[in-house]
T-cell receptor
Framework: DADVTQTPRNRITKTGKRIMLECSQT?????MYWYRQDPGLGLRLIYY???????NKGEISDGYSVSRQAQAKFSLSLESAIPNQTALYFC???????????FGDGTRLSIL | AQSVTQLGSHVSVSEGALVLLRCNYS??????LFWYVQYPNQGLQLLLK????ATLVKGINGFEAEFKKSETSFHLTKPSAHMSDAAEYFC???????????WGAGTKLIIKP
């Protein structure tokens, strides 16, 4: 089984709908992250959490919210989806310090 | 603001040729440095990392990278390209253990037969 699991893998929805993307991990890491990837822009950080009670905005948090339900679970919500939120979304986890981040396989989200 | 620059959004090499993917960062102090690879329809996978030990770092799949402080660079190389190396490669920098990763825009590596 994958260490970092994202669901769903693909989602097509309409403008204005509420969407939740889920991430769970079995690595035992305290730190979890949500990124979006757009062609030519690399990865941009949406939100990150260093533990269950510590949630922080990244560089592009507007239009998104998150919930850290447990050490192993970190969900991303789009309260009212808009077309320019169409992107590939990644969840990642890491240990503290210089430890690298470990990624899920992504959720491809299309908003019509 | 700190930044990471990957020179070339696309790099094309022939199978068996040297692969060189460039990464430069802006920082006054030696950071933690990472290279990740992304195959189609997959997440990002760690290739290698530099965390202030040896300046030449060996990674998976025959890749290596050299940290050059004077040039603020961390270029990725592989002596002989293989078709399976076709992917997108990302350089990332972390200035401090509690800072976030700063990502380059990525370089797509194309391997010609």
């Amino acid at each position: 089984d994958a260490d970092v699991t994202q669901t769903p893998r693909n989602r097509i929805t309409k403008t204005g709908k509420r969407i939740m993307l889920e991430c769970s991990q079995t690595k035992g890491h305290d730190r979890m992250y949500w990124y979006r990837q757009d062609p030519g822009l690399g990865l941009r950080l949406i939100y990150y959490s260093f533990d269950v009670k510590d949630i922080n905005k990244g560089e592009i948090s507007d239009g998104y919210s998150v919930s850290r339900q447990a050490q192993a679970k970190f969900s991303l919500s789009l309260e009212s989806a808009i077309p320019n939120q169409t992107a590939l979304y990644f969840c990642a986890t890491s240990g503290a310090g210089s430890q690298p981040q470990h990624f899920g396989d992504g959720t491809r989200l299309s908003i019509l | 603001a700190q930044s990471v620059t990957q020179l070339g959004s696309h790099v094309s090499v022939s199978e068996g040729a040297l692969v060189l993917l460039r990464c430069n960062y802006s920082s006054s102090v030696p950071p933690y440095l990472f290279w990740y690879v992304q195959y189609p329809n997959q997440g990002l996978q760690l290739l290698l990392k530099y965390t202030s030990a040896a300046t030449l770092v060996k990674g998976i799949n025959g890749f290596e990278a050299e940290f050059k402080k004077s040039e603020t660079s961390f270029h990725l190389t592989k002596p002989s390209a293989h078709m399976s190396d076709a992917a997108e490669y990302f350089c990332a920098v972390k200035m401090d253990s509690n800072y976030q990763l700063i990502w380059g825009a990525g370089t797509k590596l194309i391997i010609k037969p």
